[in-house]
């Protein structure tokens, strides 16, 4: 037996017996007598005995030692067979897909349809267009170009020069005229422009122009519902009945003075619009947008609490949804962005500031709406990851709870103990966070048109009012656990709060993981 295998020699190394052959173990004494081959080694003349502890735990190792090898090597790793499938992960996620696709369609189907079925929101939508100093000054000039068009002064001044040169106008004067023709009309033009942009600019021509934007509006939503008698289908083609027209004149010309327009017959004579069919097809699509945008939106978000409800983690579905919303808004604002670049680039160069700035109004609703839903994406998300098991969320909701607790300590915790109020919260502590948050669904829903800042400021009231019923929750005293206290001892004062989860945070918020 070798030195490391003695029972009584103390060393950290862990050794099995050596087997010594016979034909080694004859020549062994030879082999130590030769110093030149081998070093002489001699025991320790006085080596320290195991304890019994120590010994017992070096039969343990040797004995650990030898089943482990003597154990078979380990099978190689089977491939874990695969379970069954999960139809509700599966329905879950077509549920997401489907309701994050109908997203967008569902925000411009809603705009669209208020821009044409309601005669309000599409004033209010193109009314500011005739407001903006841009659209304003595209006008004057557009105005001021064909009225010069229609009539050359600088001409009209030649020909009244050369007019009064053949009535024996002395040459000398008539050349100094002449040259004056030019300046005259550019005065002419400049003062013309002034006077169109004075008109444009006024509220009588901004007021007119809504006017007469309400009654085009009007009309147009009347043929495309079928309920105008203005517009009707004869044969193959839709036609414009010219009645109405012939009556206002009518009652113009009465008014005038003109009395034998009083005697004119009712008449109804037609001029040929477009194809029946074209009519048929664009009351067709307004039925269906209509339908569509009354509807798609709630299908929407049926889908999407569905594969919510259906999912395996809830939150993390939650979390996903908040996350799509955020990225499908900001894809919108781009591919607006994209689209005002393209409109403004296919008008001439002294129209694009006009056209960007009416690109701008037209779609600044949709832009809201944006912003809205990219915001509600926003607290959907940042609530599904606080309620998350991720330190930073369970840091945040422990910091929370312990800011809660701290303001109800002492004699506040142990009056709400004692009376009626913090008991009835605590035994219906879910039902009133979950009332509050219904509650607050509701608030932006019935809103109309909420902004961002509105659905901030109604999560900053839902926090508020989650932390008033998180205060107010405190067990009865008699619910407390742990030993009594004397009254005038120095525990008394904050048993309430050392004895109850409720009054040091403890159940404030989850912090804990919890699968959905």
């Known amino acids: 037996m070798s030195t490391v295998d003695r029972p009584d020699q103390p060393g950290p190394a862990v050794a099995t017996p050596t087997r010594v052959s016979p034909a080694k173990a004859s020549t062994a004494p030879a082999a130590a007598a030769t110093p030149e081959t081998e070093p002489r080694v001699s025991a320790p003349s006085a080596a320290a005995p195991l304890a019994p502890e120590e010994r017992a735990e070096l039969e343990r190792l040797r004995a650990e030692l030898a089943a482990l090898r003597a154990a078979p090597p380990p099978p190689p790793p089977t491939r874990r067979p695969r379970g069954p499938i999960r139809w509700a992960s599966i329905g879950s996620a077509v549920l997401l897909v489907l309701g994050l696709l109908l997203v967008p369609v569902s925000v411009l189907a809603v705009w669209t349809d208020n821009q044409i079925s309601e005669t309000d929101r599409f004033v209010a939508t193109m009314s500011p267009v005739l407001e903006d100093p841009a659209v304003q000054d595209a006008v004057a000039a557009r105005v001021t170009q064909e009225i010069f068009t229609q009539v050359d002064v600088q001409q009209l001044a030649t020909q009244a020069v050369a007019a009064l040169a053949a009535q024996g106008l002395p040459a000398p004067i008539a050349d100094r005229l002449y040259g004056l023709t030019g300046p005259l009309a550019e005065g002419t033009r400049s003062f ?275 932390g008033v019923v998180q205060f107010l929750d405190q067990p009865r005293a008699a619910a407390r656990t742990g030993p009594p206290t004397a009254p005038g001892s120095p525990r008394s004062e904050g048993a309430v709060d050392h004895q109850s989860p409720a009054a040091d945070g403890g159940s404030a918020l989850p912090t804990g993981h919890r699968h959905d």
Do not use: C
Request: aromatic share 6%.
């Open 192 to 466: 013309v422009q002034g006077e169109v942009q004075d008109l444009v600019s006024s509220p009588t021509f901004i007021a007119a122009g809504q006017q007469a934007l309400t009654v085009t509006h009007q009309q147009l939503a009347a043929v495309l519902a079928g309920q105008s008698s203005a517009i009707t289908v004869q044969g193959a083609d839709a036609v414009l009945d010219l009645y109405p027209f012939i009556e206002a004149a009518k009652q113009q010309l009465v008014a005038s003075g003109f009395e034998l327009a009083a005697r004119i017959p009712p008449l109804h004579p037609t001029i040929t619009l477009f194809p029946a069919s074209t009519l048929i097809q664009a009351q067709t699509l307004y039925h269906l947008l209509d339908v569509t945008a009354t509807w798609l939106p709630w299908v929407t978000l049926a889908f999407l609490i569905g594969g919510v409800l259906l999912a395996r983690n809830r939150r993390r579905a939650t979390l996903v949804i908040g996350l799509a919303v955020m990225g499908t808004m900001l894809a919108l604002a781009v591919a607006l962005l994209v689209v005002r670049g393209v409109v403004v680039g296919a008008v001439p160069e002294q129209g694009s500031a006009a056209a960007a700035s009416a690109y701008d109004i037209i779609v600044r609703f949709v832009r809201a709406a944006l912003r809205t839903l990219f915001v509600v994406g926003l607290v959907v998300a940042l609530a599904a990851w606080v309620t998350g098991p991720s330190s930073a969320a369970v840091r945040i909701r422990g910091g929370l709870a312990r800011g809660v607790a701290s303001l109800r300590r002492g004699a506040v915790a142990r009056r709400l103990a004692e009376g009626p109020v913090g008991p009835w919260v605590h035994d219906h502590l879910g039902l009133l966070r979950t009332a509050l948050v219904v509650l607050a669904a509701l608030v932006v829903v019935l809103i109309d048109r909420p902004s961002g800042w509105t659905i901030l400021a109604v999560v900053l009231v839902l926090v508020v009012l989650l």
